[in-house]
């Protein structure tokens, strides 16, 4: 069975600060992995994938095979950066994301 | 394109009522779900449908029933409603993708149901 962690509840930082939200799966083939972001009382919206190897508004991840990571990275927060954070994981030969139970981020001014 | 929308926005029921919250997507999505957030808990998969006239369970089932009879909508029906079921109702969609792209889900706005 497929699982996605988010081992923090809530993630605290000052602006300016370098943030990395945490995302570790369980997942025995090749996944394809996500980040969804949720503004508040906004729908979920996707942020990146790990296929694409891009970087959206300053965030980058990157998988982890060995370590079975995917986390999320910025390296100077801003406010308009709070949100909720979901990692996401579709496994080969189903299309159905798993989600963990994100991440709430702040940052402070 | 509207994209996923899902009606009512907001809903108040008492225990015992029954309701239904549609999704109609007009992204031509084989994939539809329903899932819901609770604090704490994340997003939980309760029903999903990998193509029209098709359903399955997800994570969390108990109390929901589901329907897919046209492609672009998708049902989610609370027979006789209880306090545990108070939670944001977010209904998705995505694409079967070939070569494992354009898999991402594309959600709607989100129900808001209260059940008193």
């Known amino acids: 069975a497929q699982r996605v962690t988010q081992p923090e509840k809530l993630l605290s930082v000052f602006k300016g600060a370098p943030v990395e939200l945490k995302c570790n799966y369980s997942?025995?083939?090749?996944?394809?992995l996500f980040w969804y972001v949720q503004y508040s009382r906004q729908r979920l919206q996707l942020l990146l994938r790990?296929?694409s190897r891009e970087s959206i508004k300053g965030f980058t991840a990157d998988l982890n095979k060995g370590e079975t990571s995917f986390h999320l990275k910025k390296p100077f927060a801003q406010e308009e950066d709070s949100a909720m954070y979901y990692c996401?994981?579709?496994?080969?030969?189903?299309?159905?994301?798993?989600f963990g139970r994100g991440t709430s981020l702040i940052v402070h001014p | 394109n509207a994209g996923v929308t899902q009606t009512p926005k907001f809903r108040v029921l008492k225990t015992g009522q029954s309701m239904t919250l549609l999704c109609a997507q007009d992204?031509?999505?084989?994939?539809m779900y329903w899932y819901r957030q609770d604090p704490g808990m994340g997003l939980r998969l309760i029903h999903y449908?990998?193509?029209?006239?098709?359903?399955a369970k997800g994570e969390v089932p108990d109390g929901y029933n589901v329907s897919r009879l046209k492609k672009q909508n998708f049902l989610l029906g609370l027979e006789s409603a209880a306090p545990s079921q108070t939670s944001v109702y977010f209904c998705?969609?995505?694409?079967?993708?070939?070569?494992?792209?354009?898999?991402?889900?594309?959600f709607g706005q989100g129900t808001r149901l209260t059940v008193v």
């Open positions: 449908s990998v193509g029209e006239g098709t359903t």
């Open positions: 997942y025995s083939g090749s996944p394809e």
């Open positions: 790990h296929i």
């Open positions: 998705a969609s995505s694409y079967r993708g070939i070569r494992r792209m354009n898999t991402e889900a594309f």
């Open positions: 992204m031509n999505h084989e994939y």
């Open positions: 996401a994981l579709i496994s080969g030969g189903s299309y159905i994301p798993t």
